[in-house]
């Protein structure tokens, strides 16, 4: 599949989307469409550093890779989602767990804020830059809800509401037919994945579809909160 590079949005991208707006200065709101990507290499406690890599997305939903380097079993990688909105003067994301981290705009860069929203004073980097970059494709934890319809699998994100295509295969396939008690029955499954960004045959405009990784498991019994 084609790969598609995010392409970072410079300063009058981050003046438009961050630009001050009063009415909204202490409610996270909806950030307007865009698409960039930032990357910078943070400070660990137990390792040489963290290489943090985070794609905001037109749909208001994000990815974030941090890279453990020179970590004690060698480098390790993490990945998680959720969505993306903004206060006045903040950059909020909040992941599939609920939980919040937050970052204030400077000129084209991001600076990271600590846990409550406040700035983090320290003489090492906390700043994540503008950069070019692929999709990551290290495999996150998600569950949701699984349709299929005429053949064509499409995935119900339960932590952001997002509906996304969803790259089929046997054996997805073979375990919805199993788990469904009707045809295109919505059914609850957990599993490994990573997005991509593709252009579908025939189509000019690029969609952002879920790729099934592994430990993919079907529960008729549950559903999204």
Known sequence: MKKVIIVAVLALGALSLFGCHTSAMNREAPLQAMQQSFSGVTP???????????FLQQDGTYV???????AKDGDL????????????????????????RYFHPEGDNLAMLDTTGAPIVSQFNYVLKPTAQDMPKTPMTLSGMVQYSAEVASFTDCATGKVFPLSGNKTL???????????????????????????PAGEGQNQKSLVADSNVKFDPSKACP
């Open 44 to 54: 660990c406690a137990d390792c040489s550093g963290i290489e943090t890599s985070l």
């Open 64 to 70: 974030l890779q941090e890279t453990y380097l020179g």
């Open 77 to 100: 990688t993490f990945a998680s989602y959720g969505s993306w909105a903004r206060t006045a003067d903040k950059l909020v994301l909040t992941d599939s767990k609920g939980e919040k």
């Open 173 to 199: 396939e073979q375990g919805y037919l199993a788990a469904r008690k009707k045809p295109q029955e919505l059914v609850f499954v957990s599993m490994d994945g990573h997005f991509i960004v593709e252009s």
